[in-house]
Every structure is written in C-alpha cells, then in structure tokens.
C-alpha cells in the first residue's frame, strides 16, 4: 500500500453497512416502495441471481477462476430442458463441419448439388419429455458441461495468467450464446410450467408472492444453506479450503485438487442450470440475451461476498435482484427521478451493480499488490517493432488494401475490408490497454458507441464540419476511458474485467437505448461529407482515374478508414517503442517494481486508458461516418466481448496482432470470404470467435500473430548457420578473468565480449588482483569473509541459497 | 558525516505481528551499511517500509525531508532505491529495456513527441555507467528469461542503479552467488559506493557483508539488538545468541 492513508476497516465496513441500512429503512417505511421491492417477480429474479453468483463463489473457490460465463450456462440449460420437454431434442453445438469446405470447393468449382453427409445437430429422445425426465437430463447435461470447462479448458489454464482465464470465460459466453442463437435465433422461446407449483398467490404478510416464486426462493436459500454445509463443515469443504492455499494441502487430507475442481465446476454448473430452468418455467420464457446479462449482478453480488461468502452473497443477490423492480417504479412514478427527454432515464437499475462494484473495489482494493500476491503472470510476449515494419509496414498494408479495395473487389468484399478496418482500429485500442499495460477492458465498444453518438450529434445538430466532431467524439471516450481508470487505479486482473463489465451493460442500457440519445428506432443520423458517405453511389474523377463503380459501399470511405489505421498502427507501434511504452510492459510484468523504478504507476496507468479510448472513440467515430447513422447495435457489450475475443486471437500484444484480429472480427474480410466463398452463415461468427478464443488461450495464448512470430524466430534460427556458442553460464568469472588488467580488474566486458573465445579460465584466478583502493579501507574480502563467517555465519550464513529462494 | 536516511521508532505491522519493530537505523553519505539478521527478522519489511510498499508507523526521514507519507515512485525519484528479494525484473523488456524504465524520466512533452519519433536518442550514460559497474554490458540486449541467475540479480540491481540514486537498499543480492561470485559481487558494492552511491545490504553472505560493509545493524523479531563494525557486531553475545538460537530451533 503506498499511501498509508487509507480508511480504517471500521470505516470501511461501516459506511456501505449503514448506507444499505438507511436505503432498506426508507424502502420499508413507504408502501409502495416496499410493495414493488418485495416483489414475486424481484424475488424470482433475485434467486436467479443468487444461484449465479453462488455457481460463481463455487468454481472461484474451487478453481481460483471467476466464471464470466456462469449466467450463459444457465440460459443454456434452460433451453436444453426446453429442448426436450417442447420435443424431446437434446441439441448439439452446431461444431463447425470438417467436411464442409469441401462443399465449399466443389461448389465453387460449379456443382452445386453436390453435398456431403449433414452434422447431427441433435439427439432425438421420441416425442416432448415429461418434467422429471427432462430436468434430470438437462442437469446431466449441466455436469458433463462442468466436467468438460474443468478438463479441457481450465484445468490447462490453472497456471495461465488471470487473462488467459477472463479470456477463456469469455470465449465459454460468446459461444453458448452463439450455439443457441443459431439453433433457436434469437427470438423467445416458451417454456411450459413447473408441475407441482402454480401461478396462486401466497399472502406472507409483508407481500404477496406466488406459489412458483416462493418455490424457487426457497430452493435457493436450502442450496445456499448446503453449500455453506458443504464448504464450511464438511471434509470436502476443507480440502478444498486446502487446495487453494496450494495443491499439496488437498493431497494430505486425502483428496486429489484436480479432482476437487473437477467437483466444483460440476456442482456450479449443476446449481446454475437448476436456477435457469427453474426460473424460465416460472416466466415462461427464456431468450439468449437476458440471462447471460446477469453475470453483472452475480459478479457484483459475489464481490460483496469476497468470493467466498455464500451467506453475503446470497443476500447481496437478491437485493441487487429485487433492486430492479424498485427501480422501473421510481422511473414512472417519481419526479425526482432522472429524466431524458421527459422520459426516465432507462436502465438505473444497472448503475446499481456498477456502483457496488466501485465501491466495493475502491475500499478493498489496493494501489499497488502487496507481497505474495501472485501477479498477472506472464502475457503475451509484445515485441517492438523492427525498423523495416515500420518503413514498409504502413505503405504496405496501404497498398494490399487499397488497389484490389478501390478498383477489384466485389462490393461485399468491400465491406468487408471496411469492416476489417474498423475492427483493426478497436483492437488496436485493445493492443494498447491489455497486451501493452495488461488492464482488462470489456467496455472498448462502449467508449466508441460514446463518441459515435456525439459524432452523430455535433455533426447533424450543431452543424460541425468534418473532422471536427471526430476529435470531439474521441475526447468524450477519453474522459470516459479516464472515468472508468479510476476504480482501475486500485483493482487489477479480474477484478478490473468485472467493473468493466458492468460499466459496459450499464452504458448500453442508459446511453445507447436512451432515445433522447440514440435517435429512437431509426438511429442518429451522421452528416457525412459526400465524398465518405459509404452510401453515395456515385463515382469520383481523380487525376484521370474513375473511382467507384456505382454500388455500395464508396470506395472513398475505404480510403478514409484506411489512412486512419495507418496513421494509428503508427502510434501504437511508436507507444511500444517509446519511453511510455517501456514503463507501460514493466507496470505489465511488475506493479511493484515499477514503482520502485520510478514509474508514477497511477498516472501511467490513466495514460493508457486516456490512450486507448481515444484510438476507440476515433474508431467509433469512423464507424459512424462509414455507415451515416449511428444504431446501438454496433456498440452493445457483447461486441465489446467479441472485439475482445477477436484481438486475443490475434495477438494482443502487437500492431500485428490488431490487424490479424481485425481481419477475424464479425463482418470483416476473414467472415466476408468464408460466407462468399463457402456459404458460412452469419451466426458462425460468434461461435467461432468464442470456440477459437477458448482454443487460442488454452492452447497458443500469444495468438495468431504472436504464434507465427515465434514459429518465424524458430525456423530462420534453424536455417541460420549455428551461432557462436553462448557464453558459459558464469559468465561473469570468465570474462573477469579475460579482460582482467591490473589497472581495471572490476570492469569486464569493455574489450572482452563473451562470444570472443571459450577459452577455459580458471575463475579463482579472477581475484588475484586486488580491489581498486577504497577509502575506507576494509580488510580484504577473502580473508575477513571467512574469518567473519566462521564466527556469525552458523545457521543463516551456511545455507544462502535457501534462505534467499525462500519467498 | 551526512546523513541520507534515518528512521525513527519506525514499526511494520501486519495483522498482530510486528514485523517491524520501533527500529531507529542511520545510513549516512558515502557508507555501506549491512543490516542482517535470521530468517523472518524483519529485513525485506524495513526496505518494504522505508521504500513505500507497506505501511508504516514512526518517521523516516530522507535527505532531510520526512518521506514516510510519500507513495513509492516519489521515494525512488527522491533517491531512495531498492532491489527485491525475489528478482521481479520486467520480463518483456531487454536488459537495457529494464534498466531504461529505471533510469528515465518521463514528461508531458515527452510522452507527446515519443508517439512522433520514439527513437529520438536519449540521454544513455546513466544505463552505460550502470551496466558497466555490473558487468553486464554485454547483456544488454537480451531478455531476463535468457540469462543466468546470477546475472539477473546484478540486473535487478543495475536497474535500481541506473537511476543514479543517492541510496540503495539491496534484499539478498548475493543468494544463490558462489563464493567466487560473491567475493567478485563484494568488490562490485564498493565500486558502487565509491561512485557517490551509499548501500544497505541485506544478506545472509555472512563472508560478504562482513567483508565489505562500514558498519551493520542486526535485528531479530524486528527489534535492533546490535550495531557497529563488523568486528563489534560478530563479537557480540546477542548477535551469537540469536543466531545460535535460530540453529537450535530449525
Ligand atoms: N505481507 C505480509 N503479511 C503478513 N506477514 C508478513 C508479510 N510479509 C512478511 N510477513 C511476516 O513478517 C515477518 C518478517 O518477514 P520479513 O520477510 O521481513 O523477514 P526477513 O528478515 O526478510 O526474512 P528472510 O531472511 O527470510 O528474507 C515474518 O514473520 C513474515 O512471516
Ligand atoms: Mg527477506
């Protein structure tokens, strides 16, 4: 802790216990706030976050890993037991087909009859499924699911760095969400209603709740009840508690640790599913968007917890669940009540978890780690860029993209290179905050929607020409990134992704669907100067060359996007090679040390926020101007996921990595070709995109680029004739004693490089000369160490090496 | 003599445990200075302490300005320089890389200009006297993972250097040296101080600290229990006691 002036724990506690404490007095002693907190639909969905965050509390405890995709995997139980009650399907992902790209050719080649044999997409159990049957099933699916995040993917990644695990979690969410999507399109689905409880209302006397609700309420408190049984009184729960202090504690009481993971993430996939299904019956209805959403209030409710708290996680749970209902009330009823527009201001109940989550990290959280506390581990390696990148990188990528951009490329083609573009520019800013400072942002998309909507504004409303408001859009992401940097300044590594996160979700609800912002159904318009309006079919004369071929999109707004990520490739690989960039990998690899060094951590830490919004808010702003309207869509906190997605694939750590990434994102060029040249719907986008996440940080976690870099090092050093010989270990001893003169016996590498010779030198003969005269004269070293050491040197003396590998 | 650093009463505290505890120690201009003492005595707590990384209680006063409110990279720009028990060099950068990060201080403007021209050529003396002293000029361009052991510890101690600060606390530098390259290591500390750079060493190397330290200080549950040359400190009962005491124990 560097500032000793931090608020004393009684303060600490007893500020947010009293704020809650007033906030539940004033709730309770109005009527219809208390009605509409204590709500049936509040508590469903309170025990629906609870059981989140208490699947959450689960696999943290057992595996140190914060599961982003916990709420995903209730939505997808609930569609599994859907599945069969509706029709007795057990749906399969949809993995991509190996065969199919040899469809793909043969079609390409003109046959297009030809088909090879379909993927099973499902397994068949006869017709719709009664309750007990269908619910077993799916919570057997739910454990074999748990079973296979813990062997194929988090297991290999219990050593990984936090942002392997954040990013594997991600990838786990995108994909489930993609898997229904494809399967069930994004449109609600019915669920029919649990058997043995109904929609009667149950008078409790303080409310009123229905019999469905009450169920699924205390169906969560009797799993909080047992799992705090289970990890709190039982062997299990103490091997456990063993294992996370280190993998030999479990092994004593007899458990194996891989094991006991393998338990929890069953369990909370187990816990998580039962919820989901539970919950969906109770409303009927499950889509793929709204459940997954909830891992905010889950996290946010399990941070209250300390991730091991099932009793305060629970109750913070249901609050934050409950809050929600409270919250749409005072919307419509209170005049205090924030407005836009007339309107209330939509989504407050969003800002809630945000602002437990701030406040909870602000008084716990530490600016910089204390000792023994892991740091992020190593992240991909990011390399400076070589003199000849930088000369020919930027005229090169100009010229590929360019000539077949303006001149040959069909206009879907086009698209999607614009597309690529703009996604280069999105993982750039991610290039910078994660691969340079390693600060995990899930909010990237957010900070350009924020400039976008006020490219939008300032361009239609307050006539700014081009490329004014681009400047102005990118210093709102600014303050934003700067905003979001000041919880950053104190948390780090997960932590960091959650508030993010939430920041994410709440800014889409508040400022993207806020139609006093947004523009309402059709959107904002941007005023886009003709010449970039990617709808202008019109072609341009420039210097005897006709530009354009009177289709969609204007080739004049490739142009434009493409001098934009060249100039700001540029300054990210100059960031990389620059003093700031220095400071930022060293704050990466090491908080503390940084500090030590010198480096104001917090400030730099701001600058790389302050940065990478800007290269965002540009993004978004040329986002807008492409396209002339500006929708929410674009912006929403699952794109931010899948940017986040497709950088880590390419490399998160180089202008390279960025622009391999933006060739993979949604709608780019890598999508482009495969849904031209081999059919591959949309919907794979996704689903690719979190498949190949998992794969890149199980597997390969330097990505694409950084994966081809080193296979690039390996071959040319296998081709290269073998270089001299390393020098030898010592070294030290070797080259003292070649370029050992009397005059300088302490200076040993001037002349002497280490390669010249392997001449064997006896290293005792380093010393003969004596030191260079001190003023203050000591007895040689030699003699006193020893006659020194014989006194004192005993114990700790004796054995130097262990005492100082010790930590 | 000036004096460079000075606590006062100063204690770390960690839940119940003092691992620190009202210790007063001196460290004045131009002197090397051993602070020893067993395993768990409270050493990598002082440095932690009068560098910035925990909290402390009493004064410490630097220069001749009171520093223990300061957060850690105002100490270290002060002056106050340390290296880690446990090595933590910045992985991704080169040898000179690290060194740079010590050695440099970043402005507003140069933050502006380095996004335009990042190799504009910059002051290097300061990281070529550093890897000189130490000996691992020739390392320079590598990265930490490629070099030996005991060539990252003078690393991490040549980044602490480069920043040419008045003081430098170093935690166990010298483990896992031999005696070859301890003695070597020994004759290094002095080049060090002779350049105007005063030291606390902290080691177990009885032989080095000994061998090369002006006076030393030995603590055992953070408390002072000796103080003097290191001829007084290695003829003293208690220092015997505690350190036979430990033997006994483990
Ligand atoms: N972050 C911490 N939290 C709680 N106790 C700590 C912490 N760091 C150190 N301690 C305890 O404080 C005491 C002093 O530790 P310290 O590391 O300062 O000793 P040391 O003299 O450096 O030992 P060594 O020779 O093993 O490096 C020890 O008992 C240690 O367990
Ligand atoms: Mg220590």
Redesign the pocket.
Known sequence: MTRPRTPSARLRTGVPALVVVALLAVILAKGDYRANFFSGGGFALGALVAAIALGVVVTYRGSGVVNLAGAAVAMYAAYVYADLRAHGDLFLPPLPNPLAPIEGLVHLAGDDSFAVPHWPTSVSFGTAMGFWPALVLALVFCALFGLVLHVAVFRPLRHAPVLAKVVASVGVLLFLQAVVVRRFSTTTQVVGPLPFVDKTQVDLGLFKITQEQLFVVCLVLVLAVALWALFGRSRFGLAVRAAAENEKGATVLGFSADRLAAATWVLSTVVTGLLGIFVASVNSAVDPNTMPALIVPAVTAALVGGFTSFGWTTLAAFGLGMQVSLVTFLGANESWFPKAGGLPVPGVDLLVPLVVIVAVLALRGQSLP???VLGPGRLPFSPSARPWALRYGGPGLAVVALIPGVFFLSPAMRDGLTNTLTGIVICLSIVVLTGFIGQISLAQTSFAGLSAYTVASLSTHHGWPFPLPILAGAAVAVVAGVLVALPALRVRGVHLAIATLAFAVAVDKVVFANSWINGGFDGATVTTPDLLRSQDTATHEFLGVTIGDGTQPNPLTLVFCLVVVVALGYLVANLRRSLTGRQMLAIRSNERAAAAAGVNVAAVKVLAFGVSAFIAGVGGAVIAYRTGNVTPDKFLYDKSLMFFAFAYLGGIASVTGAVTGGLLVGGGLGFTVLNQVFGLPDEFVLLLGGLGLVVTAVLNPEGVAGKARTDLLALRRRLRPPAPADPPTSTDSATMADSSTPAEPLIPADTATPTTGPTPTVPSAAPTPNAAPTPNAAPTPVASGSAAGSHVSGSAGATPAV?GE?? | MTELLRTEAMSVV??G?H?VNGLDLRVDEGRLVGLI??????????IDGISGFTRTQGAIHFRGRRVDREPAHRRARLGLGRTW?SLELFEDLTVRENLQVGAERQTVGGFLLDLVRPGRQRDQTDVDWALDVLGIAHLADRLPTEISHGQRKLVGAGRTLAARPALICMD?PAAGLDTTESEQFGRRLRRIVDAGVSILL?D?DMGLVMGVCDEVYVIEFGTRIAHGTPAQVVADEKVRAAYLGTKAAS
Do not use: M
Request: charged share 15%; net charge positive.
């Open positions: 204390t000792r023994g005492a010790a930590r | 960690y839940g445990l691992a003492g067993p395993n768990g005595a409270g050493k990598t707590s002082f028990q166990e902290v177990h």
